[in-house]
């Protein structure tokens, strides 16, 4: 699993950093925790990471973790999770299940559908490619800490 997947470039930096300046980081996915936690590896037990489940013991089962009743658009709703956050957030995303939470978002990082739905949107965005570019655009916001 680890060998075909690939993990964006700085991504383990940018973690690091993240957790020397005290900075919550929490990894919300779409996805399914056993899939993310395969790739990760080892490391992913110093992630925080929010995602759909697999119950491989009752006919493997798959189980959304949040639903938004208000959408039914994803298995795992973003949005709600960021709604109970009681401070500003940042996010980082990519994909068609991040639009709603990146809207109530403090400063967004975007590529690919995000990043034309905020385009299209008229909303502000700092386009990314990789996590050296959004730890470059943060660290002077958190030299101290």
């Given at each position: 699993m680890r060998?075909?997947?690939?993990?964006?470039?700085?991504?383990?930096?940018?973690?690091r950093w993240t957790q020397e300046k005290g900075i919550s980081f929490v990894l919300l996915s779409g996805g399914y925790d056993y899939y993310i936690?395969?790739?990760?590896?080892?490391?992913?037990?110093?992630?925080?990471?929010?995602?759909?489940?697999?119950?491989?013991k009752n006919g493997n089962?798959?189980?959304?973790?949040?639903?938004?009743?208000r959408c039914g658009e994803c298995g795992n709703c973003k949005r709600l999770y960021c709604e109970d956050l009681e401070e500003d957030y940042y996010y980082i995303g990519d994909g068609p299940s991040d639009v709603c939470a990146a809207t109530g978002a403090?400063?967004?990082?975007?590529?690919?559908?995000?990043?034309?739905?905020?385009?299209?949107?008229?909303?502000?965005?700092?386009?990314?490619?990789?996590?050296?570019?959004?730890?470059?655009?943060?660290?002077?916001?958190?030299?101290?800490?």
């Open positions: 060998k075909q997947a690939r993990i964006r470039e700085g991504f383990w930096k940018f973690f936690r395969g790739i990760l590896g080892d490391a992913a037990n110093d992630i925080e990471i929010i995602a759909n489940k697999v119950d491989f089962r798959l189980i959304h973790q949040r639903e938004n009743p403090k400063l967004v990082f975007a590529r690919h559908h995000l990043a034309r739905y905020m385009k299209e949107t008229g909303q502000e965005y700092v386009p990314f490619e990789s996590f050296h570019e959004i730890r470059g655009y943060l660290e002077p916001h958190f030299r101290y800490g």
